[in-house]
């Protein structure tokens, strides 16, 4: 079946516009990350999706960065007033549930802030 | 502060031989470890995982060990292909923390011919 999906694949912006990033998990999977990676950084947590539950927001950097999944499965991260230092590949996962279990990743969009 | 430490940000190789990827943690709550493979422009792959009971899980040329006392774990693979060559990520997560996954900064292994 299909694999996790992102669009788009790359987004050149001005600093100061605002973005959204697009994610469409596997079909089924209640579960949706995003994370983000940083150029010679490792991969940060950013929001985590489980069902009808409030989302964990816990790793989001600031106010600018928001996101919604509508109907239990397309995911949309938004980033308001984007500045140099948001640059970065945004990965989206989703697994079956919230417990034990691979994550599958999407190929992930390159966002610059120019 | 990295709770998920891989001290060698890269491996070089031979066709054929083992190759050992280490990774270290500090946090004690981690009950799921996982390791993924990455190519320049893909999102990270799935290759294995082992949860916190046991010490040992195999699948095919990937094995992974885990020695909770030293809060290590590492990924062997064997015999070693050119096609492995990509970056290697541990990660580790816990159920109180809606499992998101908290990574190390990668190992990038090259293998040689």
């Known amino acids: 079946g299909a694999g996790v999906s992102q669009s788009p694949s790359n987004k050149v912006t001005e600093k100061g516009k605002d973005v959204e990033l697009r994610c469409d998990p596997i079909?089924?999977?209640?579960?949706l990350y995003w994370y983000r990676q940083s150029l010679g950084q490792g991969l940060e947590f950013l929001i985590y999706?489980?069902?009808?539950?409030?989302?964990?927001k816990s790793g989001l950097p600031s106010d600018r960065f928001s996101a919604e999944r509508t109907g239990g499965s397309v995911s949309t991260l938004t980033i308001q007033r984007t500045q140099q230092e948001d640059s970065a590949v945004y990965l989206c996962?989703?697994?079956?549930?919230?417990?034990?279990?691979?994550?599958?990743f999407g190929p992930g969009t390159r966002l610059t802030v120019t | 502060d990295q709770q998920v430490k891989q001290n060698s940000p890269s491996l070089s190789v031979q066709e054929g031989r083992i190759s050992i990827l280490n990774c270290d943690y500090t946090?004690?709550?981690?009950?799921?470890f996982l390791w993924y493979k990455k190519y320049p422009a893909e999102g990270p792959t799935f290759l294995i995982s082992?949860?916190?009971i046991k010490d040992k899980n195999e699948d095919g040329r990937f094995t992974v060990f885990l020695n909770k006392s030293a809060k290590h774990l590492s990924l062997h693979i064997v015999p070693s292909q050119p096609g492995d060559s990509a970056v290697y990520f541990c990660?580790?997560?816990?159920?109180?923390?809606?499992?998101?996954?908290?990574w190390g900064l990668g190992t990038s292994l090259a293998v040689n011919p």
């Open positions: 082992i949860s916190s």
């Open positions: 079909s089924g999977h209640t579960a």
């Open positions: 999706f489980q069902g009808n539950s409030a989302p964990d």
């Open positions: 996962a989703s697994s079956r549930a919230g417990g034990v279990g691979e994550q599958y």
């Open positions: 946090n004690s709550m981690f009950d799921y």
């Open positions: 990660a580790a997560s816990f159920a109180g923390n809606n499992r998101k996954l908290i």
